[in-house]
């Protein structure tokens, strides 16, 4: 049985532990959310069969109210499982794993209630591998310049090389800023041998186009979205 599903909206607050999202209950007014389904995916060799070019936002199925049932109805109930991750600075972090082991289609889903897992406050992407993309395209790997593109102008960034360094921490307005209680959420690895210490450390929030910012070759290197809590 196979599910075609494109998500297209606008993206979220990634994770809550950086971006403090304020907003209202709805998603974005411009957000276009198209799901096309034949059933659900019964089993991870059904699920191969899916068109996996998938564009993570903050729509259906990954609207604040989304459970993990919620999820296994649209990726089936074998590719929808509770883990224990590592989290910020070594803690251990509850989420839902959809496609847990398939490195091309695995995100993680964290809920703001972890016991009864309810109240989603992130969804996000972390392996090199990924076939997902944000919203305006970019994806694992790809240069601070495409987000840059998606985004229609540049942003800032907290200082690299620390347990929270290289997140998005202001959109300056543009496209991928937070709308309706949702934001997006990316981070960068720089991989030039050496980086600026003007560029570094707590405190630190340089522009994606300072010049210092751009010799540091940052990578995507984790992406997603997020809703404040309630």
């Not at 709805?26 to 991870?44: I, K, R």
């Not at 936002?57 to 989304?66: L, S």
Request: aromatic letters at 8%; charged letters at 20%; proline letters at 7%.
């Amino acid at each position: 049985m196979r599910t075609n599903l494109t998500v297209v909206p606008v993206m979220a607050c990634g994770l809550a532990l950086l971006v403090a999202c304020g907003g209202e209950e709805a998603a974005a007014p411009n957000m276009t959310v198209a799901v096309e389904a034949s059933g659900p995916l019964e089993n991870d060799a059904e699920a191969g069969a899916a068109d996996s070019s998938f564009v993570l936002g903050c729509g259906a199925p990954f609207t604040r109210d989304a459970t993990p049932a919620t999820l296994a109805a649209i990726f089936g109930r074998a590719n929808v499982v509770p883990e224990t991750i590592d989290g910020p600075e070594g803690e251990p972090m509850n989420v839902t794993a959809v496609f847990p082991t398939d490195p091309e289609r695995r995100i993680e889903v964290s809920f703001a209630n972890e016991e009864e897992r309810t109240d989603l406050v992130a969804v996000t992407v972390r392996d090199h591998a990924s076939l997902w993309k944000g919203q305006g395209g970019y994806s694992f790997g790809d240069g601070i310049e495409a987000v840059e593109k998606a985004n229609g102008g540049p942003f800032a960034v907290s200082g690299f090389e620390w347990d929270y360094g290289g997140f998005v921490t202001d959109w300056k307005g543009g496209k991928l800023k937070e709308a309706g209680g949702c934001a997006t959420t990316v981070r960068f690895a720089p991989e030039a041998a050496e980086i600026a210490p003007t560029i570094t450390g707590d405190g630190v929030n340089p522009m994606s186009n300072d010049p210092a910012v751009r010799k540091a070759e940052p990578k995507v290197s984790l992406f997603g979205i997020g809703w404040t809590t309630k």
